[in-house]
């Protein structure tokens, strides 16, 4: 089973985002994309995003399509570009083109994959076939290991929360091909429907490697023994947002004495990962690793195998021939999601590849792509935000002057990280051999990596300079354990980032995704960890009573809402998400104010600056959605649905009361007693 994560505060600016008066740029916002026939104060939602919902209906190949989606898509484009550039032309053997060519070359040669089939991965699924004790299992799960390949639990490597200068082994709960343990345990009429199709898609896949019905019809019981017992002591989604229930040191002999059935050691050094280095460890979930090791101490050679050949299935198949990776798209494409049809190769050739070698594509990709004109424009947009969050932190009345201060410490130690990074790894030792399948080059790269992060962080300290997403990709993020707030070069386009268009649209686009990420920093989870990334309490505690207070005022109004009319939102799973809407709201609405309070912006196109700021955040959230998509992402996305980040946030925000003159009486009115607040 396979496991594949400094600004310091300065005086208000009242500098514009760009270079040119304010007068000359447009309002940013697409007319088309509105529906005028709605009434704002009744949906807001249907009317900011209405006529694009309209113009781009769902594609048969996505589950979702938004305007979020089609910067992506559009963003893939540009990298597919690059890479079909890569592959009309001739290289030296061992450079970082070359590698990238011939790997683009064979995740595009289907004409060879569907003449090898299934071959590349059979000689796996043979010498397990060939195991018959568990011993001789178990030695083949160890010659897996140097390829990433986990069994039953996850490991890696990351930052110890609590010492977070320093990298330690982390055991986590893992080995579920579903992922969330509701689709094995829930009874509801939608998720036996899953679970049962799922059933049928073992078997399929099973048969198409070879197996008799009958003998994969008993693999897959096999399987879903195993998957359900490791999905009853599974601690759900929800239970996992919280970071000390998570973190449970030990040394290691004494989780060798507690969990002997999982053989650590010999795992890790299998992994080329040194006992020297795991004398102490971190687990996640201790239940967990109690119920697994249980269920190893029971396990059956047959369960065993027909366990780790479902495992390297379920991995690989969408790395071998058309009829695999179409039997792989009927279940978790369109049952799971919804979605009618699969992505067409050279998107999904360029995806695989971009896994694999994204850092090696983002420095082609930034070298033609982002200028040093929109780096320098995000810097003062995260000054400025910088700056309004603190002057929000200063003004809540709930908080007293030492949690105050230490929040303020810590938002002015954030890390910030915008474009791309600084230094770049480096890939020379990764071996692409064009005369080999594809499969054994997707495993050559998870061999790589796997050596890499053993080899750059077992024993060593953080490297604040790591990025954990690659630059030309669409997001950001933040990191409690380094304190950093990251912006990829390739979220820094429309419509989250317009240079052609005022300050208005791009503090309401661009400038809540900044601090979306800040407030990340003071969230359920963010706020357990101070300014050096290290998990403390560094509130008093009538303060973080207060947190939580009004915390779970904002868990129990989106857990209200209905996403279909037998599904409520999980609002304790989304909490992080929506809390750091709401703060990324106030925080750059109040930014937007300060940057151009010497400036007098028109009403472009017939909407004021504030209005054109709210319909800038709600335009980054249009989409359409299959309601297969809505369940799935209900179980297992922490970010609220686009509409609810839109119609659920907004009744929250004062000033957009103002903005659009919503008053009492219409629907999306919540009285000024009940708006939610924290930031």
């Known amino acids: 089973m396979k496991i594949n994560r400094i600004i310091p505060i300065v005086a208000i600016a009242s500098m514009s985002v760009t270079s040119m008066a304010q007068g000359e740029l447009k309002s940013g916002i697409e007319l088309a994309n509105l529906d005028r026939s709605v009434n704002p104060a009744e949906d807001f939602y249907e009317f900011a995003c209405g006529g694009w919902m309209k113009n781009n209906p769902l594609p048969a190949a996505n589950s979702r399509y938004g305007s979020f989606d089609k910067l992506a898509e559009d963003n893939d484009k540009r990298i597919n570009s690059i890479l079909t550039d890569l592959k009309n032309n001739t290289y030296e053997s061992g450079t970082t083109e070359r590698k990238l060519s011939d790997l683009y070359k064979l995740a595009t040669d289907s004409v060879r994959r569907n003449r090898e089939g299934v071959a590349p991965l059979m000689p796996i699924i043979m010498k397990l076939e060939k195991a018959k004790t568990l011993d001789a299992l178990f030695d083949v799960q160890l010659e897996m290991a140097a390829y990433g390949d986990s069994e039953f639990y996850g490991t890696y490597i990351g930052a110890d929360e609590k010492n977070a200068t320093c990298n330690i082994l ?66 759900s989604m929800t239970e996992l947002r919280d970071p000390e229930a998570n973190y449970n040191k030990m040394k290691l ?13 010999r795992v890790m050094n299998a992994t080329g990962l040194k006992v020297e280095h795991i004398q102490e460890l971190v687990v996640g979930q201790v239940e967990f690793l109690d119920g697994v090791n249980k269920l190893i101490a029971g396990l059956t050679p047959a369960e065993y195998r027909d366990y780790m050949e479902w495992g390297q299935i379920t991995s690989y198949a969408n790395y071998l021939s058309d009829e695999v990776v179409s039997a792989n798209f009927d279940f978790f494409g369109k049952t799971m999601s919804g979605r009618k049809a699969n992505h ?126 690659f630059p030309q990709t669409v997001n950001a993020y933040y990191n409690p354990t380094t304190n950093e707030i990251c912006f990829p070069a390739g979220i820094l386009q429309v419509p989250f980032f317009d240079p052609t268009a005022d300050d208005a649209f791009n503090y309401g686009a661009i400038g809540v995704v900044i601090g979306h990420e800040m407030t990340h920093g ?26 939580t207070e009004r915390a779970d005022e904002y868990a129990d109004f989106f857990s209200n809402i209905k996403v279909l009319p037998d599904l409520n939102a999980n609002g304790r799973f989304t909490l992080g998400e929506n809390l750091a809407d709401h703060g990324g709201l106030q925080v750059a609405y109040y930014a937007f104010k300060n940057a151009t309070k010497d400036s007098h912006l028109p009403v472009i196109d ?54 659009f003159g919503v008053k009492e009486g219409d629907k999306m009115f919540v009285p000024k007693s009940k708006r939610l607040s924290l930031w």
């Open 606 to 659: 017939g909407f004021t600056p504030e209005q054109r700021f709210f319909l800038a955040y709600s335009g980054v959230w249009a989409g359409n959605i299959t309601d297969a998509e809505i369940r799935s992402r209900t179980k297992s996305d922490p970010h609220s649905l686009g509409k609810w980040r839109v119609n659920g946030a907004l009744p929250h925000i004062d000033m957009w009361y103002d903005a």
């Open 253 to 265: 002999s004494d989780f060798e004495a507690r969990y002997p059935n999982l053989k650590l050691v």
């Open 170 to 235: 982390n055991v986590v709960q893992s080995g579920i091909t579903l992922r969330q343990k509701e689709y094995y345990l829930d009874t509801d009429s939608s998720t036996v429907t899953i679970r049962e199709a799922y059933k049928k898609h073992i078997v399929r896949m099973f048969k198409l490697f070879g197996f008799k019905e009958k003998v994969a019809t008993a693999k897959m019981q096999n399987v879903m023994k195993l998957e359900t017992e490791l999905a009853k002591v599974s601690k």
């Open 522 to 547: 003071f969230d359920d989870q963010g706020r357990h960890y101070d300014k050096d990334g290290n998990m403390s309490d560094w509130w008093t505690e009538s303060d973080g009573k207060n947190f």
């Open 344 to 469: 067409p190769l050279w998107k999904r050739a360029t995806g695989q590849v971009e896994n694999m070698m994204g850092q090696a594509l983002g420095k082609i990709y930034v070298e033609k792509y982002f200028p040093v004109s929109s780096k320098e424009r995000m810097q003062k947009l995260v000054r400025n935000l910088q700056t309004s969050l603190g002057e929000r932190i200063k003004q809540q009345n709930w908080m007293d002057v030492s949690t105050k201060k230490n929040a303020l410490d810590k938002l002015n130690s954030f890390y910030v990280k915008i474009g791309y990074p600084d230094k770049w790894i480096d890939m020379s030792a990764l071996k692409i051999d064009s005369k080999k399948s594809y499969l054994e080059n997707i495993l050559e790269c998870n061999r790589f990596w796997n050596k890499w992060t053993i080899d750059e962080k077992a024993g060593k300290p953080v490297n604040k300079d790591e990025w954990h997403m």
